[in-house]
Antibody, heavy 119, light 108 residues
Framework: QVQLVESGGGLVKPGGSLRLSCAAS????????MSWIRQAPGKGLAWVSY????????YYADSVKGRFTISRDNAKNSLYLQMNSLRVEDTAVYYC????????????WGQGTLVTVSS | SYKLTQPPSVSVSPGQTATIFCSGD??????VSWYQQKPGQSPVLVIY???KRPSGIPARFSGSNSGNTAPLTISGTQVLDEADYYC???????????FGGGTKLTVL
């Protein structure tokens, strides 16, 4: 069955960096669009970034553009999010999700990993 | 940038019909999906492509989309349906994914 397991979250100081991982099983990440979506404490869902199945198309939300980088390792069947220059407002639970019809909708989500940016 | 608007909260009595609206400019031209999120859990897809239900989602969940509004309807609402609900669409003009602000459904 399809499963997504995120890891790599933690406490980091403003200006610091963190790399999130999302290990997929039950399907091949290179066959799907994959996305990172975050949720600040007590707030709603916010899209962060997505990568196409071929890896040739990548988009970022304006709030993270230039600071975050999405990538994929087909051999490890995993998705990553490199987060640099972190800000307090980046504090959130980060979910990876599998996109369908591109990213028209997301049919499977991971359990999320918490990133806390605080001094 | 494209925006989806939802009411912050909706209340319904058990057994009644709950309707949560999602609105956006020419929303009917886009595909809308809906997600249910219970406290401490990940979102779950309940409606995709405006009106389709994933396997395992009860038939009491239905959706539609026309004009500027996409309603999510829950018929015969049960206490276990109490959750936050988010609408979502893909904005082709900016190639970005957009979520509504979320609606807290209270069943009491």
């Amino acid at each position: 069955q399809v499963q997504l397991v995120e890891s790599g979250g933690g406490l980091v100081k403003p200006g610091g960096s963190l790399r999130l991982s999302c290990a997929a099983s039950g399907f091949t990440v290179s066959d799907s669009y994959m996305s990172w979506i975050r949720q600040a404490p007590g707030k709603g869902l916010a899209w962060v970034s997505y990568i196409s199945s071929r890896g040739s198309t990548i988009y970022y939300a304006d709030s993270v553009k230039g600071r975050f980088t999405i990538s994929r390792d087909n051999a490890k069947n995993s998705l990553y999010l490199q987060m640099n220059s972190l800000r307090v407002e980046d504090t959130a639970v980060y979910y990876c999700a599998r996109g369908v019809l591109g990213v028209h909708y997301f049919d499977f989500w991971g359990q999320g990993t918490l990133v806390t940016v605080s001094s | 940038s494209y925006k989806l608007t939802q009411p912050p909260s909706v209340s319904v009595s058990p057994g009644q019909t709950a309707t949560i609206f999602c609105s956006g400019d020419n929303l009917g031209d886009k595909f809308v999906s809906w997600y249910q999120q219970k406290p401490g859990q990940s979102p779950v897809l309940v409606i995709y492509q405006d009106a389709k239900r994933p396997s395992g989602i009860p038939a009491r969940f239905s959706g539609s989309n026309s004009g500027n509004t996409a309603p999510l309807t829950i018929s015969g609402t049960q206490v276990l349906d109490e959750a936050d609900y988010y609408c979502q669409a893909w904005d082709s003009s900016s190639s970005s994914v957009v979520f509504g602000g979320g609606t807290k459904l209270t069943v009491l």
